[in-house]
């Protein structure tokens, strides 16, 4: 990466140069939009994810995340009031962030600043990002439960990700990476896979939520094998909270 655009990413990071959309999760039964996911955007860059690359070379991750936290609730105060009282909203942030030395007491200080209920937030943790003392992020995941915060687990099945090693953090909901949705319809090895995941989270009552979910026929197939909400282009783009507001009135 040239020093140039190094420089402006770290821009973007100091000056907080950056919004946020929310995509719409779904449940299939009622096909009504029950939660939404905020994605970091910004209009100095393509694609976010070079932007947390860049935080964690310059260990600067915890503060992206942080930063960007906030500000989507920051969105989310302007607009909590006009969506449904049992909404949900997501929000992601990295593992190595809740282990930070701060991010506990930090997190815990900004909700009694918001009028937001804790049991409307979640927190999306990436499964990508290994952590080397399991027992203190799962210490800090119970703290986070105890406080009506739920957990969820992000991009199970993406790679090698170790799904029971997941499972030990005890999480609230777990969100199936995009790899189960493409092809389903076509694919009987990955229906497999999928229907015991799904039976597993319903025995478990861990709320499954199947991503990436663009094609009607893969939909369909996902409602057969059991799972309860999707998310995806099919059914909902991301967008600001006013227009998705707006799209819900004129329904």
Known sequence: ???????????????SLYFHHFQPIF????????GYEGLLRS???????????????TERLAQLDWGSFTKAMDHLNEHFNYFARDSEFFFNVYPSTLVSDRFL??????LET????ANHLILELNESEFIEDFSQLYTVVKELQKLGIRVALDDIGR???PFTRALELYPDMIKL???????????????NVLKTIVNYCHDTKVTAILEGVEERKDFEVAKDLG???VQGFLLGKPDTLANHFSMIQHH
């Open 1 to 15: 990466m040239a020093q140039t655009e190094m420089k402006q990413f770290e821009k973007i990071i100091d000056e």
């Open 27 to 34: 449940a299939v039964d009622e096909l009504k939009a029950c």
């Open 43 to 57: 209009q100095y860059i393509k694609n976010p994810q070079h932007l947390f690359d860049v935080a964690t070379k």
């Open 105 to 110: 007491s930090e997190f815990t200080a900004y």
């Open 114 to 117: 918001t009028s937001i209920p």
């Open 159 to 161: 790679g090698l990700s």
């Open 177 to 191: 990476d995009k790899y189960f949705s493409d092809n389903l319809a076509k694919q009987p090895a990955k229906q």
């Open 227 to 229: 799972v309860e909400y």
